[in-house]
């Protein structure tokens, strides 16, 4: 069976996240069915990282497997038309190695959070963009979260609800920066690792929201970090601000997508 690497785009806002649920809209859902419409049977895909309830994509990455060849571009171009209108794209789509896999392939993963500094609300960044009504010092936020990179144990910002066996990660790159547009200022966190825990990204952008504020020092952030208790986290931000942006391989299976 030929198998095929999916870049995908997606709003998060109508999805119970990306995992399949009973009785509940999901990315990985609206994508099995169009597959459905393709090749009548079950299908069953993987992706490189489920994203929770509300969270968006710029590029995720899933593998999926079919009976028959495709030309890659057809079958972009169909899954597209099946999954009209759900607000889920595939961007780039590419035959692999049978034993190439979405998740264990990755070598990174790389996340966005985007924060809408102003007053008035927000509509066309609505669900889109978490919104704060006062503005934030980028500079003790790029500060606090210096402390966060590095491999340590992050027990502070994961769910009470993680799976993961270690809460011992490795953060590679954390960058905050501020970005003036038409709607307001954007202050957008730009992180990647080679794997995260349930809810980190989230945890770490809320913490560092209060050192934004002048709630928290960026010292607090380092000791935060090695208390190692979840009690110790800044409030978890919302998800419509995080994006799964992109998605890292050894060999980039889309490099000669058009």
């Not at 870049?7 to 609206?30: L, N």
């Not at 066309?124 to 144990?153: F, I, S």
């Not at 980190?200 to 208790?229: H, I, K, N």
């Amino acid at each position: 069976m030929p198998r095929y690497a999916l870049q995908i785009e997606y709003h998060g806002g109508p999805f119970s996240g990306w995992q399949r649920q009973d009785a509940q809209p999901s990315v990985q859902g609206a994508i099995e069915a169009a597959l459905t419409k393709l090749e009548p049977r079950a299908h069953t895909i993987a992706a490189a990282g489920r994203t929770d309830a509300g969270v968006h994509a710029l590029a995720q990455v899933a593998h999926c497997d079919m009976e028959r060849t495709w030309d890659p571009f057809r079958l972009s171009e169909a899954l597209n038309y099946h999954l009209k209108p759900a607000p889920v794209a595939i961007t780039a789509c590419a035959e692999v190695a049978p034993d190439w896999h979405a998740r264990f392939s990755a070598q990174e993963r790389r996340y966005l959070f985007r924060i809408l500094v102003r007053r008035a609300p927000a509509t066309h960044q609505a669900g889109l963009v978490w919104q704060v009504k006062n503005d934030l010092d980028v500079a003790a936020m790029q500060a606090g979260a210096q402390y966060l990179l590095g491999r340590h144990d992050f027990t502070t910002f994961r769910s009470t609800m993680c799976q993961a066996q270690s809460p011992v990660k490795t953060l590679d790159h954390l960058t905050v920066t501020r970005v003036e547009t038409r709607a307001g200022t954007e202050i957008e966190c730009d992180v990647r690792a080679r794997s995260f825990l349930h809810n980190q990204v989230r945890s770490f952008v809320g913490t560092l929201e209060r050192v934004g504020a002048g709630a928290w020092s960026p010292e607090d952030v380092r000791t935060a970090l090695t208390a190692r208790d979840r009690a110790a986290c800044g409030p978890v931000c919302p998800p419509e601000g995080l994006y799964l942006a992109g998605v890292s391989y050894a060999d980039d299976p889309f490099a000669a997508w058009g």
